[in-house]
């Protein structure tokens, strides 16, 4: 009857449901026996439940990546990185022991092969493109986009929000001799366009550390109505306004030598630390060629450090504070940043050469993605640090995944949500 139910539901729903294991249906129909469901299945093999196999063969395909490669595929690579993201492997040779230790659980584990060896992982990560990885990570990311779009934001405003910045991971010129950023240094930079309303990546692009981060606003396809909120870096008014003519909306910051006269002067109440809020055309030649319609610019002040931030923006509806409150939800994506570093196998690699880097990044992008699917789809009450933390101390354990969460109690700190210590940092 479990079988019969897990093929005909399964059929039926599964195309339109993220994960069929978790319909209500489903569920409903099954609970009585989902203990003789998970008997024997570890949880790196439900994890990896979660995985869209489909999408990834297809990629496979398109970019060729068993070409040759019968013994050792690319669903064993991506299995092998993924674990060793999760369970936070140091170097090839710990991914080696720990796999050969458990080697009666590959098979379990969603393995084709007999056993992993670190040169033929490496060969891997060296020589199959990148490529496949990226796309599967765009699926995953696009999966969990629409699990997380009704999220609240801490903002009253029904739109999407986005933040853009980069982060750089610095690398050993004399190893990664491909990515020279200063004369004696090496780094590669990941720009990164975070949704807000969950903290998922929306838009993400690994470069050279010498390539300017202003250029990234035009790779990117703007949203009607969406908001997009940048620092000063990205003050370059040939795109804003770009962005502009798409309909959408930007929150950024004023440079402190922008030459411009005020249209309009509306009244503001200080005593929430606003100062101005005015419409404003640009007077430099070059601004005002490339903008030349008016902007909002609102100053505030916070009442934290004290100190004076000015605003652009080209949204005149929203109220000033309301400008200077998006603007704060721009520490998300340092967040993003910090938690991807502190969590994840990014800062140092398996390889050496830009394929072995960019396969590494783009594989820790879908561990990310996974987690916070996971999350989702099975209600967790746990914080995407918890999630990790269990399956990392578990993942050679036969249980319900739901059961690992339920059954561990740790002292829940938001570590994915902590409050900027200011508005300017």
């Not at 490496?122 to 999220?151: D, H």
């Not at 910045?165 to 491909?178: A, E, G, N």
């Not at 101005?276 to 490339?290: A, E, G, H, N, V």
């Not at 100053?299 to 603007?327: H, M, Q, W």
Request: hydrophobic share 40%; proline share 3%; aromatic share 12%.
């Amino acid at each position: 009857f479990v079988i019969a139910t897990h093929l005909l539901i399964g059929r039926y729903i599964k195309k339109g449901y993220p994960h069929y294991l978790t319909h209500p249906l489903y569920i409903a129909l099954v609970s009585p026996w989902r203990p003789t469901m998970y008997k024997g299945r570890i949880l790196f093999s439900q994890i990896m439940d979660y995985l869209s196999y489909d999408v990834f063969d297809y990629h496979v395909k398109k970019h060729r990546g068993n070409y040759k490669n019968k013994r050792f595929s690319c669903r064993d690579q991506f299995l092998a990185m993924v674990f060793a993201q999760l369970t936070d492997r140091s170097s090839l040779r710990s991914i080696e022991a720990t796999l050969r230790v458990n080697q009666h659980l590959l098979h379990h584990m969603g393995f084709r092969c007999a056993t992993v060896s670190r040169n033929t992982l490496a060969n891997a990560n060296e020589t199959r493109p990148w490529q496949i990885y990226e796309g599967l990570a765009q699926n995953l990311m696009r999966r969990a986009q629409k699990l997380y779009a009704k999220e609240s934001l801490t903002v009253d405003i029904d739109t999407r929000v986005f933040a853009l910045d980069s982060t750089t991971i610095d690398l050993c010129l004399k190893r990664f001799f491909w990515a020279p950023s200063r004369l004696s240094q090496a780094a590669v930079k990941l720009h990164v366009l975070l949704a807000i309303r969950g903290n998922i990546p929306e838009f993400i692009v690994i470069t050279n550390a010498k390539v300017n981060d202003v250029n990234i606003l035009d790779d990117i396809n703007y949203l009607a109505g969406a908001f997009y909120l940048v620092d000063r870096g990205y003050v370059s008014f040939e795109r804003l306004y770009r962005l502009h003519q798409s309909q959408a909306f930007f929150v950024t910051r004023a440079k402190r030598r922008l030459r411009f006269s005020v249209v309009v002067s509306r009244e503001v109440d200080k005593t929430l630390g606003l100062r101005c809020d005015q419409t404003i055309r640009l007077d430099s030649f070059y601004p005002r060629k490339y903008y030349p319609e008016a902007i909002r610019r609102v100053k505030y002040r916070d009442p934290e450090s004290g100190r004076s931030l000015v605003f652009l923006t080209n949204n005149f509806s929203l109220p000033a504070l309301t400008i200077a409150d998006l603007y704060r939800q721009r520490w998300q994506v340092e967040l993003f940043f910090k938690w991807i570093k502190q969590h994840l196998r990014i800062k140092t690699f398996y390889g050496y050469s830009e394929n072995a880097v960019r396969t590494q990044l783009w594989i820790a992008i879908s561990a990310y993605c996974l987690l916070a699917i996971i999350r989702k789809e099975l209600n967790a009450d746990r914080e995407l640090h918890e999630i990790q933390e269990i399956l990392s101390a578990s993942i050679f354990q036969k249980m319900p995944i739901l059961q690992a969460f339920s059954s561990v109690n740790t002292k829940k700190e938001n570590h994915s949500l902590h409050k900027p210590p200011s508005l300017f940092d």
